[in-house]
C-alpha cells in the first residue's frame, strides 16, 4: 500500500497548480493557489479543461525566493530496484516553477539575485543521489522500523521520517503543518542505495547498502568540518547493509562523520591547509551533545580515528583521544589508526591488525536479525563510528572490511554459506560487493568533496595498484581545484592567467632579437611569479567561498 501517492500529474493554470493523484481508486487533487500560496485538497472535477497538463514523479516541496514562492516537482525517477517487496526510487531531474507568471516587479539587482539562487538549488538538485519511496520508509534502519508502537506505522511518511536524513524537509514545511496533504509529500533522502539479487549454493537473496546522509550541518568538503553547537557533525553519514533471504531479514549499520568538535580547514590556495582548532569555545559541551544523541540512536559506540598521528592532523587525534577520555561513561570506546604508515610501501594487507584488533567487540555488538515469521532473534548493540579527516576514502575502505566480516556471520546464520565456507570463496558475489562499496565511496565523495573517492582500487580489487595511485593523484588536482575555485561562484584570478599565458607564448613566439624574447618573457614572467605570490599569500580572498553560508568563528 502507498503511503505517498505515486502516479502523479500537474495541471497549470493562471491561478493555480493543481497536482492530481492518478493511483486506483483515488480522487484526491492537491490545489494550490499561485496568488495567495494556501494549499487544499480539493476533486478531479475541479480541475479546469483548460490546464496545460503533464506527468510528475513527486513534489520535492516550495521555496520562497526573491521573486516568491516557487514549486519543485521531481520530473523523472529511475528505479532503483526492491527493497522487502517495495520500489526504490532515484530521482533524477527536478523542475522549479515559479508561482509569479511575471517577474517585471523585480529590479536589477532582484533579478540578478533571483537568478543566483535558482542557480545554487539547481546545483544542488543535480548533485546524483536523491532517492524515495512511496511504500517504504526509507530513512530508518530495519532495526528502528522493527521497535516502533502502532502509533507510528499509523502515521504518514513526512510524520514518521527521521528529520536528520530527510533532504527536503526545509521544503515541505507548507506540507508538514496540512497532515490531509501528507499523502503528497514524499521524503527525499540523499546518498547512495544499490540492490542486488544474488545466489550463493543455489541460495536466492537480497543484497543491499544504503548511505543515508545527515542533511544536518551539509555543505562542502573544507568548508563544513568538524560539529556545530547542537552537536551535528559535518558530513555524517549512516550506512545499512541488508541481507532479505527467504523472508528472514539481517541489518548491519556504521555510521561516519567528522571529528566532533569545533575545528576548520578553510582553504587558502595552499594543497592541503592546516586544520585550526578553535581553543575559545567548549568543546566538551557540544561533543557531548553528538555523542549523547549517538547513544540514544545506535548505543555503545566504538570510534575508529583513521587520521595521521603525526604533521598537522596529529592534534585533532590527540584531542579527539583526550576529549573521549573526558566522557568517562564507558558507552564510548577509542581506537586511533594511522592508515597512511601503516599502510605505507603499498603494504594495505596491514589493515588486518585494525579488523582483528575490534573483532571481539564486533562480535559482541552483533547484527540486527529477523527471522521468517517476524520475530527478532537478535538486535545490533552497539555501532562503529569511523573517520578520517574528510569522511570519506579511509573511512569507506574500514567500513567495508567491517561490513564483510558481520555479512559472513549473517549468510552462515541465514543458511546461505555452508560452515566453512568463506564469502571470499564467492567469487561473483565478492565482485559484486566489493564493486557496490566502492561505488559507495565514489558517490558520498561526489557530494561531500566534488570528486570520485580515492583508494577505491583496493576496495574493488582488494589490492593496491600503480594505477589506482595515478588515479588518486588525479582526483586529487580535481578536488583541490573544485575546493579552491568552483565551490562558489568566482573565477580562477584572471590576472595570473593572462600574465602565464603571455609568458608562454613569448617564448613561443620568439622577438626579432633574443634579447627582446628575454625581455618580453622576463616581464611576463616576473608577473606572474609576483601575482601568484601575492595570491598565495592572501590565499583566503582568492578562494571561491560557497555564498549563503554563516561566517563561522573559526579562521
Known sequence: MALVYENLKLHTTSEKFFVEACDEGVDDVLAIDRMSTEVAITAKKDIPPSAITRPICGILGTVRLVAGMYL?????????????????????????????????????????????????INHVLGIDGFYFSTSYDLTHTLQRLSNTSPEFQEMSLLERADQRFVWN??????????????????????????????????????WILISRRSCFRAGVRYYVRGIDSEGHAANFVETEQIVYCNGGKASFVQTRGSIPFFWSQRPNLKYKPKPQ?????????????????????YGKQVIINLVNQKGSEKPLEQTFSHMVDGLGNGMVRYFAFDFHKECSRMRWDRLQILVDQVAEIQDEFG?????????????????????????????????SLLAHRSLQAQLQRLGVLHIGQRIEEQVQFEKIYKNAWADNANACAKQYAGTGALKTDFTRTGKRTQWGLIMDGWNSLIRYYKNNFSDGFRQLPIIMVVA?????????????????????????GTASIGTATIILYNGKDFVDAPKLVQKEKMD
Open 72 to 120: 519543485i516537482v521531481i520530473t523523472r525517477k529511475k528505479k532503483v530496484g526492491e527493497l522487502l517487496n517495495h520500489s526504490i526510487w532515484k530521482a533524477t531531474d527536478f523542475d522549479i516553477i515559479s508561482y509569479k507568471k511575471t517577474i517585471l516587479h523585480l529590479n536589477d539587482t532582484q533579478l540578478q539575485d533571483n537568478k543566483t539562487f535558482l542557480s545554487m
Open 367 to 399: 547484527y540486527f536479525l529477523v527471522d521468517s515469521e517476524g520475530k527478532v532473534l537478535m538486535t545490533q548493540e552497539g555501532i562503529f563510528r569511523s573517520n578520517c579527516m574528510d569522511c570519506l576514502d579511509r573511512t569507506n575502505v574500514i567500513q
Open 169 to 206: 524537509g526545509h521544503l515541505l514545511r507548507e506540507f508538514s503543518a496540512q497532515p490531509e496533504i501528507h499523502k503528497f509529500a514524499v521524503p527525499v533522502i540523499h546518498g547512495f542505495i544499490i540492490i542486488h539479487s544474488c545466489s550463493v549454493n543455489g541460495k536466492y537473496f537480497d
Open 500 to 524: 602565464f599565458s603571455m609568458c608562454i607564448i613569448c617564448l613561443l613566439m620568439a622577438g626579432d632579437t633574443w634579447t627582446e624574447t628575454l625581455a618580453y618573457v622576463l616581464f611576463w
Open 277 to 297: 582548532i578553535n581553543s575559545a569555545l567548549n568543546h566538551m559541551d557540544g561533543f557531548q551533545r553528538h555523542f549523547d544523541s549517538q547513544i540514544i540512536s
